[in-house]
């Protein structure tokens, strides 16, 4: 019976590892200052896979979230979730869309 309890794998999904990841990170600062804010979304970002130059911190405490054009969606989507999930106050979404000027 051992063998087969030890046999057996705990499989978390991504979702669940970043969740644990965001916890501890939370549950260790408070969230009330901005440092503590920026582990967190440090752990965003890693557990999303995404580098951490796509989430900044401005001086209000708002987040910024600027992903580059070729990102996928799915990246996107992990890290807007996990960000409304944290409650982290105000988001701001900097998209990378083209515009051009109409010829006239």
Not at 3 to 18: E, G, M, N, T, Y
Not at 68 to 95: M, W
Request: hydrophobic share 40%; with cysteine; proline share 5%.
């Amino acid at each position: 019976m051992r063998a087969s309890v030890a046999a057996k794998r705990i499989d978390l999904s991504r979702s669940a590892l970043i969740w644990l990841s965001i916890m501890t990170a939370t549950f260790a600062s408070g969230c009330t200052q901005p440092a503590d804010k920026m582990v967190l979304l440090k752990s965003i970002a890693d557990g999303c896979h995404i580098s951490r130059e796509y989430l900044k911190l401005d001086s209000s405490g708002a987040v910024h979230f600027q992903p580059p054009a070729d990102i996928p969606y799915k990246t996107v989507d992990c890290v807007t979730k996990e960000l409304q999930r944290n409650h982290v106050g105000s988001i701001a979404f900097i998209g990378s869309e083209q515009y051009r000027s109409d010829p006239k």
